[in-house]
């Protein structure tokens, strides 16, 4: 073992990457949800379903946020080398574990948000298509927990999934990636599912062809969660096929971190509709009467010169 002051430092390599990408989406989700408080958080003078599941999701991605910040401090997404200080090893590890614990049960939180919202814009019309959303959130939230138990039990020693030199066996990890497969995919799906779902409702409506595809368009985000819950699924695999630990997690990360913010900067698009739309009209209603302003200045100003003599009259 090296002296400590032999070691270098941990944070590198695809550790900026992680936090650049990650914070600057966290940034733009905390934008949305402080504009959701304001505007719609309220129904009938109650706080509204979606916005306490969005709020917990909320809660619980900053905790991950944070939680992974530190794994990235302790080189996450940096390569191991005979110069890393094997205590950084075990504590990015460790931070890793936790915030990958925190995500699985932040993106069941935020899918529960979706549908909650989604429940009170359908109300009591199409009462069939009511139980497919309770389907998609009651079996998110099981699958999450399954994972979550099959995690913390995968070692017969608990702390042995973040620290290899200790002694013992991890004999549930192959069915961990296996489950992480199936979690992963079923994710995917539903992700699916529900930004194609409102299609369906907002069509129906009695409402101008042009607010429909908007609405539809606002809703459809989630096709990009989708896409990255299925290239997260894809990197599960790597996790045990790599003794790289700080480095095989790179991409797993920050795809996972990418699928958490958008689900929730996408599903807090539609919410926040009449916040823009009184956005866009006071600033339409502004620069309307700047316009007529701007319009009336230059013949006031060209009497004004042409009183004065600067102006010729072809002017």
């Known amino acids: 073992m ?3 002051e032999q070691y270098t430092n941990p944070y590198g390599g695809n550790g900026p990457l992680i936090l650049g990408v990650s914070w600057s989406l966290a940034s733009i989700a905390t934008l949305l949800w402080v504009g959701r408080a304001w505007t719609a958080s309220l129904r009938d003078g109650k706080l509204r379903w979606d916005f306490i599941w969005v709020s917990v999701a909320y809660v619980f991605a900053l905790l991950g946020q944070i939680i992974i910040t530190f794994s990235v401090v302790h080189g996450l997404g940096n390569n191991v080398t005979p110069r890393t200080d094997p205590s950084d090893i075990r504590l990015a590890s460790l931070y890793n574990w936790m915030s990958e614990i925190v995500i699985i049960f932040d ?3 935020a899918k529960i948000a979706i549908v909650s919202f989604l429940l009170m ?6 009462p069939r298509l009511r139980y ?3 389907f998609v ?5 099981l699958l999450s927990i399954n994972q979550v138990v099959l995690i913390t039990q995968q070692c017969k020693e608990m702390p042995k999934f973040w620290d290899n030199t200790i002694p013992g066996n991890c004999d549930l990890r192959a069915t961990i990636s296996k489950i992480g497969f199936l979690q992963g995919s079923f994710g995917a799906a539903s992700d699916l599912a529900l930004a194609i779902y409102p299609t369906y409702i907002y069509w129906n409506l009695q409402m101008p062809l042009r607010m429909k595809i908007g609405l539809c368009a606002s809703t459809g985000g989630g096709i990009i969660a989708c896409v990255m819950a299925t290239l997260k699924t894809i990197y ?3 996790i045990n096929t790599t003794n790289d630990v700080t480095a095989a997690f790179t991409k797993l990360v920050l795809w996972a971190f990418i699928e958490l913010w958008l689900i929730m900067i996408i599903s807090s698009i539609p ?5 823009f739309v009184k956005v866009c009209y006071r600033t339409s209603t502004i620069l ?3 316009g007529q302003s701007i319009a009336s200045a230059p013949a006031d100003r060209g009497e004004g010169l042409q009183l004065h003599g600067f102006l010729r009259k072809d002017d």
């Open 2 to 4: 090296l002296p400590h």
């Open 236 to 238: 599960i695999a790597v």
């Open 271 to 275: 919410p926040l509709r009449p916040l």
């Open 121 to 126: 814009i359908q109300g009591s019309t199409y």
């Open 137 to 141: 959130w009651v079996t998110n939230l």
């Open 288 to 290: 309307s009467h700047r």
């Open 132 to 134: 497919f959303l309770h």
């Open 107 to 109: 993106i069941a939180f």
